[in-house]
């Protein structure tokens, strides 16, 4: 159930070369005052809007910090999720392909996206069709292939539209099976360098991930996961998850550890706040 236009942008921008490779260029939206409204995860308390938009700004410095060219927009919809912009679109090497959010509420915010993309001459690659459903924080990219959580969200339309345009694009496409509970695979897995994973083995299918290294968290640590990638072996991560943050240490990677607790209270992880536009 996918459109796809990769013949009229074979001479466009390189975009996402290498999925792990130097991040150069991302896509943020900031958050609204509706994140206070978001369900918090069991135990936590509420977001606070104005802590989460200075947590935000933190990460785009951050970002900056490291030879990241951001673009950050304000939201333009009232769910208090629209800053999990990664939710939008999933960016290959020639163009990016937009999702078809579960969410009914969020579904226009791939259209909105589509418009910044226009700006920022990211062409478009293909898209999820009707009724297909597919968020793009269930796909985790990672080396050449392209994991596909299969959970709570999504259909095997949409999941089956993605897996033929990742076919496209030259990656092996792997499901992934998803524990009852679990939001999206971003938020219990993470791709550290180009075959290596980190995850929480007990929310999923372990044996999915067969021929990658994978780095196995503590239970309750597996929001940790959804590391950030800078560059090879070189993450953000929420410092929230200091277990997570000592593991993923330990096995040599670089980790740049900031605040993002706010999110981190409604289930949002740092690979959630952006879409890759540019890797080499």
């Not at 999915?208 to 560059?231: C, H, K, N, P, Y």
Request: aromatic residues 6%; hydrophobic residues 45%; without cysteine.
């Amino acid at each position: 159930m996918t459109t796809h236009a990769r013949q009229t942008v074979a001479f466009g921008p390189r975009l996402v070369a290498t999925a792990t490779g130097r991040l150069s260029a991302g896509l943020l939206v900031r958050p609204s005052p509706a994140i206070e409204r978001a369900t918090p995860l069991i135990g936590e308390p509420g977001a606070v809007y104005e802590r989460a938009r200075e947590q935000h700004e933190v990460l785009r410095t951050t970002l900056e910090y490291f030879g990241v060219k951001t673009t950050a927009i304000e939201p333009t919809g009232d769910d208090p999720y629209e800053t999990s912009v990664a939710d939008a679109a999933v960016v290959f090497e020639d163009g990016a392909a937009l999702m078809r959010l579960s969410s009914l509420a969020r579904r226009a915010e791939a259209d909105r996206i589509e418009t910044h993309f226009a700006s920022l001459d990211v062409p478009l690659a293909g898209h999820i069709a009707a009724p297909g459903l597919l968020d793009g924080t269930d796909v985790l990219l990672a080396g050449k292939t392209a994991f596909v959580g299969a959970g709570s969200r999504g259909n095997d339309l949409g999941r089956n539209g993605f897996a033929a345009l990742a076919r496209a694009h030259g990656y092996r496409v792997v499901e992934v099976r998803l524990a009852p509970g679990v939001r999206a695979l971003q938020t219990v897995a993470g791709a550290l360098s180009s075959d290596t994973l980190v995850v929480e083995a007990e929310k999923l299918d372990v044996d999915a991930f067969a021929g990658f290294r994978t780095i196995a968290l503590e239970t309750g640590e597996g929001q940790g996961a959804g590391v950030l990638v800078l560059d090879e072996r070189h993450v953000i991560a929420d410092l929230r998850f200091g277990s997570a943050i000592g593991t993923i240490r330990r096995a040599g990677i670089t980790v740049e550890a900031i605040d993002l607790y706010e999110f981190a209270k409604i289930g949002l992880t740092p690979s959630m706040l952006m879409v890759p536009l540019r890797r080499d």
